[in-house]
């Protein structure tokens, strides 16, 4: 046992003395990074100088890159520094020992101060925060118009230019409703006078007819003064016009000769009005579109020779691009037409018969406050006829020559006028929207059966519909049209 514990401790004696003579293998360090006292970032507006003191006197100074800020020593402890390009570098002092004092970081960035100044001169009383990012400027806060959006970026350029960065939001109403009332009034007025002389007889081989112009047609007999009892029979050449809406007829004879007078006389007028009264909202710079027509089915023949259609539209149409440029100031470009099939100018080609249209197309630009209207009139076509027709010679006989002319005079005038009004709108419940049908419910069977009613009409308890319901409409009300 004693020889056990004296074998265990030479044995841990000699690892002892093994580890003692091993040499060490430590690394040795062979690049030191000086980093100098700790010192805070040094902010340089572009184009400003700003002078900066050491605690310490240096004996060498140097810039990273020259080309963001520019240094120069006013003494030992005094440095002068010139922004000069947007941008972040590295400002470094040694003291005379050679010994690293201080790396100090320069952040050079555009001069936001003066711009603030300026932004707030130019744009008073919009919350606009301005911030600096990297080489650039940031903007951000919100706006009363796209307008005053527009000249904060344009300033912003001035002192930083491409570099930017758009983050406001333009507050307020940027919904526009455009109101627009077409009305259209056609008036057209024709009259004609002509006048036919028939002569037959023993004297003519046929019945000799002298007319003065068209519209006529009509068979008639007259009396004979002469005979007794006996009928003088016009001849077949006078007939009166369907269209005449007064024909006068009437024939003597005398001898072998029969003589027919046909005057007619043509007078017709008509008024048509059109309407069309489209409400659209649109949002800020976005286009909207309306169409209250239809659509003509057009043939048009491809390149390989088959036919296909393509449909035109007709009607009112209406493209609008509304902007809100201030606020209450809205900028509208506007393109408006009215068109119609007109069958008067169609033609045929390949069994096929296709119309032409009429079409009358307004483009603007204007620019109003919401709820002011203007009106694109004078869109007035007047369209003039005058025709005579007469026998040569026989019509310019004076008073009796009239029975040897006709006259025709037709006279054709459109007017379109277009009203728009814009407003600023902003979306409401739907709740608060009433239909014409809100007031109208099916019929049950015993009021369609026994009472011959088509619909109930009943007044709604909730809704816009029943706050109009519970309204009092005694007296007069409605729309009053005066012709």
């Keep these: 046992m004693k020889y056990d514990r004296f074998l265990k401790a030479a044995i841990a004696g000699l690892a002892l003395s093994f580890t003692a003579a091993a040499p060490t293998f430590a690394p040795a360090e062979t690049l ?27 004996a060498e100074l140097s810039i990273a890159n020259p080309g963001i800020a520019d240094i120069s020593s006013l003494s030992d402890r005094t440095i002068y520094v010139l922004g000069k390009e947007p941008g972040r570098t590295t400002m470094t ?25 300026r932004l707030t001169q130019i744009l008073p009383g919009e919350n606009i925060e301005v911030r600096t990012a990297n080489d650039g400027i940031v903007l951000s806060g919100t706006v009363s118009s796209i307008a005053r959006l527009d000249r904060a970026l344009e300033l912003a350029q001035r002192y930083a230019p491409d570099r930017v960065s758009n983050l406001m939001v333009v507050g307020g109403t940027q919904q526009v409703m455009l109101k627009v009332r077409f009305a259209e009034m056609q008036r ?36 004979n003064p002469d005979v007794s009892g006996a009928v003088i029979s016009v001849p077949n050449a006078l007939t009166s016009s369907p269209d005449s809406n007064g024909a006068f007829l009437f024939g003597f004879g005398a001898g072998g000769l029969e003589v ?43 390149a390989d020779g088959a036919i296909s259609v393509e449909f035109k539209p007709f009607g009112v149409e209406l493209n609008f691009i509304p902007r809100v440029v201030d606020q209450d100031i809205i900028n509208l470009e506007l393109t408006a037409a009215v068109s119609a099939i007109d069958t008067s100018n169609s033609f045929q080609a390949d069994g096929f018969a296709i119309d032409a249209f009429s079409r009358r197309e307004t483009s603007t630009t204007v620019e109003m406050r919401d709820g002011e209207s203007f009106a694109i009139a004078g869109l007035l076509s007047d369209d003039f006829t005058d025709l005579k027709g007469q026998v040569p010679w026989v019509g310019d ?61 009943g007044a709604p308890s909730s809704g816009a519909a029943g706050e109009v319901a519970r309204q009092d409409f005694s007296g007069s009300y409605g729309y009053v049209l005066d012709e």
């Design 397 to 457: 006989i004076p008073i009796l020559g009239a029975l040897f002319r006709s006259s025709e005079y037709a006279r054709r005038q459109t007017e379109l006028v277009i009203i728009i009004t814009p407003h600023l709108v902003s979306p409401t419940r739907g709740e608060a929207l009433a239909l014409p049908t809100d007031r109208v419910r099916p019929p049950t069977e015993q009021d369609l059966f026994l009472f011959g009613r088509v619909a109930r009409t």
């Design 93 to 117: 002092l040694l003291g005379a020992d050679g010994r690293l004092i201080t790396n100090v970081e320069v952040h050079v960035s555009p001069d936001v101060a003066e711009f603030k100044e």
């Design 32 to 58: 030191r990074v000086l980093r100098g006292a700790a010192s805070s970032a040094l902010s340089v507006p572009m184009n400003r100088a700003v002078v900066v003191e050491s605690d310490v006197p240096f």
């Design 188 to 223: 057209s007025v024709s009259k004609a006078l002509s006048s036919s002389l028939s002569l037959s007889g023993l004297a003519f081989n046929d019945d000799v007819r002298v007319a003065g112009g068209t519209g006529i047609g009509g068979v008639g007999s007259i009396p």
């Design 260 to 302: 027919g007078i046909l005057l007619e006389a043509l007078e017709s007028q008509g008024v048509v009005r059109s309407l069309a009264e489209p409400n659209l909202t649109a949002l800020s710079g976005q286009e909207a579109t309306f169409l209250a027509g239809g659509e003509y089915p057009v043939p048009v023949s491809n």
